[in-house]
Each structure stands twice: as C-alpha cells, then as structure tokens.
C-alpha cells in the first residue's frame, strides 16, 4: 500500500521560515514532488527530488532522504500569497504519483 | 500560452443521469491524466493514458471511463453518478521523455461537478 503523512495545517508569519515535511511508505519509489494548491484552484508543480540532498528553487528549497522515507518543503521569506495547500507526492512507477492529504499554510501579517 | 484546459469549469448533474467532461492541452504531452479531489483531501488518481495506452487505477470504480480520441483531448464519463461522485475532477499532462518526466505534471484549473 501507499501512505504519505503530513501535518495537516502550519501557520507563520510573513517574513518568516516554515518547514512542512513529508514522510512516506510505498510499495515503489521514484521520487519525491511538491506541489502548491491554492484555494479553487489547481496544483501547481513546486519542486522533484530523485536522490538525496536539497534543490533550491528560489524561495523553495526541497529536502529528501531515501534512507529515512522522509522529506521536507522549506518556504523562506514568506508572503501572505504562499498561503495556500502543500502537498507531497511519490512517483510509485507506472507514471503515477501518489499525493498526501496536504498541509494548509496560513501566512500571518 | 501553452496549457491545460477544461470544460465546463461547473457542471451540475442529477443523481444517475451521464455526464461529460472535457479536457484539451496544447503542451503536445504523451501522458493525460484524470484526478478526482474531494474538499480539503488529496487528488486521487482515477486513470491515466500513454498516448492510447489506457491505464485504470485498481481502485476507479467502473461508474468512470475515459476516452483519447487524439493527443489533445481526453474525457471522464460518468456513467451514472452518486451522490458520492461531487468532486472537483482535474486533469493533467506531463512529458515522458525521461523516465521521472511524470513527477512534473501541468494541471487544468478542474471541472467541480455537483450531483442533484
């Protein structure tokens, strides 16, 4: 079977570093994506992590450790637009990804 | 620009009675999917085509069927929708030039179907 955990909701404030992590255990492992969801509207792509270590992308920096199951989003300097749906997914073959159940960022003033 | 588009962005249906949705992209991707999410969970995939290479998820329940008569469109039919099938119903691409192209998807702004 597939189960990705993540915390539900994380709130912070502008300006600030929040951490949303991600861990997992599937039957097969290609992968490991972020994607952002704003309310009403669709999944946007964010970032992929195939080995080990840290992607930067910006503001974004994605984290994976094959060995531990386990990754981690990184937001810096946050703004009150990121508030939106995080999710992570894992690339199990078969050109299918499973998704977690998300984590709703609230971006304070 | 190139992109995912689905039609209609509302649909209402009655309970049983078969609905359409409409997906077309301009991204000339390989691989078309069809998600269904429910309020505040994760996209769950139902199907998804290598070109006309048909893929059904264990799970999809056979009320839902697909069809790609070309690169560009792909359908969800519904057959005789519940109560239970009020869904947000999004569709996606992606490339297959790489083995871990799929793990970048381009998502369509979704169709958010209401069962009477």
């Known amino acids: 079977g597939q189960s990705l955990e993540q915390p539900s909701e994380v709130t912070a404030v502008e300006g600030a570093i929040v951490q949303i992590n991600c861990t997992y255990q599937t039957s097969g492992f290609y992968g490991l994506s972020w994607y952002q969801q704003h309310d009403g509207g669709a999944p946007t792509f964010l970032s992929y992590?195939?080995?080990?270590g840290l992607e930067e992308t910006g503001r974004f920096s994605s984290f994976l450790s094959r060995s531990d199951s386990y990754g981690y989003l990184l937001l810096q300097e946050l703004q009150m637009k990121d508030s939106a749906s995080y999710f992570c997914a894992v690339g199990t073959g078969r050109r299918a990804l499973t998704f977690g159940s998300g984590t709703r960022l609230q971006v304070q003033p | 620009d190139a992109m995912v588009i689905q039609n209609p962005r509302y649909q209402v249906t009655q309970f049983g009675k078969p609905v359409t949705l409409s997906c077309s992209q301009t991204l000339n991707h390989n691989v078309m999917y069809w998600y269904q999410q429910k309020s505040s969970q994760a996209p769950k995939l139902l199907f998804h085509y290598y070109d006309k290479d048909f893929n059904n998820e264990a799970d999809t329940p056979d009320n839902f069927q697909s069809r790609r008569p070309n690169t560009s469109f792909c359908f969800l039919d519904i057959r005789s929708p519940g109560l239970g099938d009020a869904a947000m119903y999004l569709c996606?691409?992606?490339?297959?030039?790489?083995?871990?192209?799929?793990?970048?998807?381009?998502f369509g702004p979704g169709t958010r179907l209401t069962v009477l």
């Open positions: 992590n195939a080995l080990d």
């Open positions: 996606a691409t992606s490339r297959d030039d790489l083995s871990s192209s799929y793990n970048e998807q381009f």
